[in-house]
């Protein structure tokens, strides 16, 4: 007599028996490669990321950059060029991203120019763009808080921080676009002095972001190791986004027109989001292992005070 078949209850048995026996086979060799400092930091920066819930976090803070910070930047350069007709955000996208043909004239024709800009900071209340700008710090400071498992500011403090991050993120955010536009249009060697300037610029804000939203005396040597690898990372995501942005533009706004440009301006946003927690996870993990447990235990309970206060 034959056996009968198996059944999908028995089958999945086994081989959930199967892919516990590898595991238990594998476990030896993945307990020494956590053991590696690089794979232990990298495992660990993932967990955390997850712990503080970074996915979400993310799409909060990529929903008002999206809503308040480009229509600011927007405002922004149009008071910059002086209103200039001749001018505009569309072809300073173009140029930046180095867009050509029918996909660079798609980007300019979504966004108005210099001059139309004018009706726009009349229109959009200033007072929404600081509410949702405000929320956009408040929500970085919750990731900062949490990634470094702190106690987030509260009152008149939280906001006050908040609002010189925020200001700090626009002119660092307008200081990169005005050098990047002025290094194609200059030599080889201003084009260097202006990368090494905004490598600068991009640390100095790494580091000087955890004390700024969190309002703790963390030592700056302990900073330094994490905002250099956040500073490496963002010149790598920044390259990295640009060129999809490129393939976005042309597919998205070939397909859909404006509304295709703005939905890849969209996860252009969402990416750079992500990258902002991630980084804070990454500044939070390093400091940890840079200032030892002491010194943790320590600003955990300063942290406590100055949040109850």
Not at 145 to 163: C, I
Request: charged residues 15%.
């Amino acid at each position: 007599m034959t056996e009968p078949d198996e059944g999908p209850t028995s089958r999945l048995s086994r081989w959930a028996s199967t892919a516990r026996r590898y595991r238990e086979k594998l476990r030896p060799y993945q307990e020494r490669l956590e053991k590696r400092p690089w794979v232990a930091f990298v495992l660990e920066s993932f967990r955390r990321f997850n712990k503080i819930e970074g996915k979400h976090l993310a799409i909060v803070i990529a929903l008002n950059l999206f809503i308040a910070v480009i229509p600011l930047i927007i405002i922004g350069y149009a008071f910059i060029e002086a209103f200039n007709p001749q001018h505009d955000v569309g072809g300073l996208i173009a140029r930046d991203l180095h867009l050509t043909g029918s996909t660079a004239q798609i980007v300019r024709d979504t966004f108005s120019n210099a001059s139309s800009g004018k009706s726009v900071a009349l229109s959009i209340s200033v007072i929404s763009l600081l509410i949702t700008g405000l929320d956009v710090s408040g929500t970085a400071q919750i990731a900062y808080a949490r990634a470094f498992d702190m106690t987030p500011l509260r009152g008149v403090q939280k906001y006050l921080r908040g609002a010189a991050w925020l200001i700090l993120l626009l002119a660092d955010t307008g200081a990169a676009l005005t050098l990047r536009n002025l290094a194609t249009h200059h030599s080889v060697w201003f084009a260097i002095v202006a990368a090494v300037v905004l490598l600068t610029l991009e640390f100095g804000f790494f580091l000087v972001t955890p004390r700024l939203l969190l309002d703790l005396p963390f030592k700056w040597r302990d900073l330094v190791p994490g905002a250099a690898v956040c500073t490496v990372a963002a010149v790598a995501v920044h390259a990295v986004l640009a060129f999809f942005l490129r393939n976005w533009f042309g597919e998205y706004g070939h397909a859909y027109g404006g509304f295709g440009v703005s939905l890849a301006l969209a996860a252009g946003v969402g990416v750079i989001a992500s990258f902002w927690v991630w980084i804070a996870v990454v500044m939070g993990v390093y400091w940890e292992r840079r200032a030892g447990a002491d010194a943790v235990a320590k600003m955990e309970q300063l942290s406590a005070k100055e949040g109850a206060s």
